[in-house]
């Protein structure tokens, strides 16, 4: 399971990472919790860290991902 922190964007974050193979579970204040597609959480931490900061609104966007 990873987690994404942001403040912005938080819907966008989700449709964009359910589209690669996350499944959004929980959603605490800032916080987005989501079942990754693989059992290595720590690449697939990277990989959702990628996806976000390659899309339109990731580099206005201030944000950090975590494995928990």
Do not use: C, Y
Not at 16 to 28: I, R, V
Not at 33 to 60: C, H, N, R, V, Y
Request: aromatic share 8%; no cysteine.
């Amino acid at each position: 399971m990873i987690l994404v922190n942001s403040a912005m964007m938080q819907k966008e974050i989700i449709e964009l990472l359910e589209e690669n193979g996350f499944k959004h579970t929980k959603k605490q204040g800032l916080k987005l919790f989501f079942e990754t597609p693989t059992d290595d959480a720590t690449t697939d931490a990277a990989m959702a860290k990628q996806l976000i900061k390659g899309s339109s609104f990731g580099a206005a966007v201030f944000f950090n991902v975590s494995v928990v």
